[in-house]
């Protein structure tokens, strides 16, 4: 197995996983999705590349992934400009302010999203098609693998959201609702950076983000999960932060 | 093997296998950098030849505490930095077939143990914890904890080579069960059953030979708790034997078996050789390989020159970062790089220490968050899987240091 020891190896990993919805959703769109991909995509090197030249920093390439996840959630009637403002703010806001990725705690892309539907007022998010579900298994598996996606969060996030659509519904849901989830479950709620540091700490937070999920659900699954892994990452150092301060209280109470 | 076992991190791969001659290196030294805090005073100067256990400096603070030559050899060079702070102590072994007699010493108090371990040069080998220093020679130890397992990939496996000598290491450790009121734990992997008669007073614990618990800090987490009033000592099973061959023999073993691992490429081999051995004399012979040479754990990466005092393991390595992939996508940077959380990271430090936040604590030099998310309990060698597998490439465990030094002055 490979050790990941650089910031460009997990980047790596993480276009490796994206690449299948990627190609689902250019095959479902045509030479549009290839417009907008290619405008993505330049928005966030430019971005990169500015930010990471001025700290002197290495690039970690990070924009790259967070510009393909972007380009599968969105629809491909969207306007270039609109794209590339509400990129740029992810990017900006979410990610190189703090000092880039890993330094902050949130994810770029579910910035962009958020602000997409903020900004824009009746800017729809796309409805994951089943087949981009399926084509998301194998990337969510390489992560899991490499411990990119930590298996707490997708369990306890798959928790929440079961518990908090039964509550909604009063029945359990299908598969039909699940499916068109995993995308944004695995590359926006289920981001290492944006989660929860701590074990129990990851249990909360893919719970509390399934729960919210299911909350906004009428909004469409796609925005709900966009939101939910939204206030989960802002909630999220103070989960940490709870579970440390039990933690070491338990510790003292012991010595 | 149970399914919990995996949380506990991939297994660590030992070197077992037969024991090569004893590799007489032309020089061995005696290094600073493994005494933390600790300044000499000197008892040889330059040019003066000393036998095999014979006194080289003691601790300013504690003459009782004597530092000793571990084979016969000539003072060649001492470099001393300020505050006399040891730099390096440096020997030139000299060949001696003269024959010695053995006769084996008993010992009748607790004190006694303690005069003799003082004396002949072998306290060193215990590094208490908080902080890591060696102990004060009066000092009381809560517990003591040997520590019988390979800590490292690449490291000599207790599993296989301790059998051999069940004998002396039965003897060590009914010495050590003299120096403490406490327990004497000693931590071996899982499968290793010792008939060791007459120690009844160590309480031995398995543990699955994997990243996590083959470290000494969990061991300690697990068996004994907070450090901080009640302090505990550590020893390597190494060490143990060769208490236990001083009892029988009366003889100061200054040879310890290591691992030696040529190149990356090479199978990684064992052999005797003396403490502090020079590491270009235990490559001699080997074909010419890569270019670095690093004592202790090949993840260390750091050059060096000799063995340490606490290392058991010596590797040549390549210069890293000249892959190409490195050169495409790594520029170098002077700012330090993120810490990226994976799973890997989180079996890399002992239970109860969060790693991504205590990580970034270390990182931003938050001395409240580093001791109360446990940092007091550590010492450096237990941030090197953690420095490993790390993105940022900090050197967690000199930052650890500096942390340490700062508590300690703070009491």
Redesign the interface.
Known sequence: MITLRHPWQITLVLIGALIPPLAVTLTERGAAGLKLLAAALAVSLIWDLIFTRARWQQPSWHSLPAALIVTVMTLPTLSLWQLALALSFGLVIGEQVFGGRGFGFLNAAAVTLAFLVFAFPGTALQEASPALGYATLPGLALLLAAGLVFWRVVVALALGLLVGLAMNAGTPPGVGLVLPAIFAVTFLVADPVASAATQAGRWLYGFAAGLLAALFTPLGMAEALVFAALLAGLAAPLIDDIVIRAQVGRRSARG | MPLADFRLGPRIRAVGGPVGPLILPRSVALLGTDYPGLRVELRVREGDKVAAGGALFCDRKHAEVAFVAPAKARVAKIELGPGRRLSALVLDLVRDDTPVEAAPLTLKTGDDARQLLLARGLWPAFRRRPFGQIPAPDAQAAAIFVHAMAGYDGAPDPAALLPQFVREFAEGLRLLAHLTHGPVHACLPVGLTLSMPGVERVRIAHFPPRRQSSMAAHHITLLH??T???PVWTIDWQDVIAIGRLLTTGLYAGDRIVALHPSPAAAPRLARTILGASLPDLFEGHPAGPAIPVSGPVMREKQAHWLGRYDTQAARIAAPGHSL??RM???????P??????????ASLPP?V????FL?ALSAGDLDGVE???GRDLIEEDLLHAQ??????TDYGARLRRMLEMMEAAE
């Not at chain 2, 996508?329 to 700012?335: C, E, H, K, V």
């Not at chain 2, 790089?337 to 989180?346: N, Q, V």
């Not at chain 2, 969060?354 to 936040?357: E, K, L």
């Not at chain 2, 490993?388 to 490439?393: E, K, M, W």
């Open positions: 708790g907070p901080r009033d009640r992939m490195h996508f790594g520029t170098p940077g002077g700012t790089r993120p810490i990226l959380p994976h799973a890997a990271l989180d109860g969060p790693a991504v936040p970034r109360r998310l446990g490993y597998l790390c993105t940022s490439g």
